[in-house]
């Protein structure tokens, strides 16, 4: 029987060194993962846990794209992450298994409206307008884990037109790759296509029409995002 309407393909990362795509079939966030950001929003950190936001795998930008300012904001953040692609079957999986099940790992933005993240907070209310926002899960090329090596103290940085705005280190991560994997498949059946986008260190802050956005781990290919 024929399809209503023509659905939307899924976005598909490159993966580094080969013709492979990747797909992406959900994206989870992590939040507060480092100190120094949960410090800089007025909040603590939760040692014990992560907690986790959504965005659609629909509202995914693949690096280099160019994209209006969003609707319904006055305050659009960037936030630069580190990126962990899933690449096998994982449920209620130990660290050992979580660290198997990880295909590899890319940079990214989780671009957020931070006005409207305010009010939600505010009112007690989701999140999803402040953090699903089209076009706001900004995606670069996978590096196999294999090649990546061992997630240690690698640079994860953002440039906005030139000028630094977020520079620290992967070990400042609070909950590491295994430990986030592991946790959220408490919760979930994780399987490839499934995207986990770490958190975000100290330093985000606004960005405006015209604005040009880099963002780079090392090991992993750049994350590039300009807004009209
Ligand atoms: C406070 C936030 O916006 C949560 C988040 O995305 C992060 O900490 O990263």
Same mark, same amino acid.
């Given at each position: ?18 013709? $492979?795509?990747? %797909? ?25 846990? %992560? ?23 006055? *305050? ?19 660290? $050992? ?113 015209? *604005? ?9 290919? %750049? ?6």
């Amino acid at each position: 029987m024929p399809d209503l309407f023509a659905a939307p393909d899924l976005p598909r990362l490159a993966v580094r060194g080969s013709a $492979d795509r990747y %797909p992406v079939v959900r994206v989870f966030c992590v939040g507060r993962n480092y100190a120094a950001h949960a410090a800089e929003m007025g909040n603590e950190v939760d040692r014990d846990a %992560p907690f986790y936001f959504t965005k659609s795998p629909f509202h995914v930008a693949l690096t280099g794209a160019t994209l209006p300012y969003p609707p319904g904001t006055q *305050d659009y953040h960037h936030e630069m992450e580190f990126v962990i692609a899933i690449g096998a079957p994982i449920f209620q999986g130990t660290r $050992d298994a979580a660290g198997a099940a990880i295909f590899g790992y890319g940079a990214g933005l989780d671009m957020t409206r931070r006005d409207l993240q305010g009010a939600a907070k505010d009112k007690r209310r989701p999140w999803d307008l402040g953090k699903d926002v089209e076009g706001s899960a900004v995606l670069a090329p996978l590096t196999r884990a294999v090649d990546f090596g061992p997630v240690a103290d690698q640079r994860i940085h953002l440039t906005v037109n030139g000028e630094i705005r977020q520079d620290a280190a992967l070990s400042e991560m609070i909950h590491d790759c295994a430990g986030i994997v592991s946790d959220l498949s408490k919760f979930y059946h994780l399987a490839p296509g499934d995207i986990i986008l770490t958190g975000t260190p100290a330093g985000v802050g606004p960005v405006v029409a015209g *604005d040009v956005l880099h963002g780079e781990v090392t090991g992993c290919d %750049p994350v590039d995002l300009t807004l009209t």
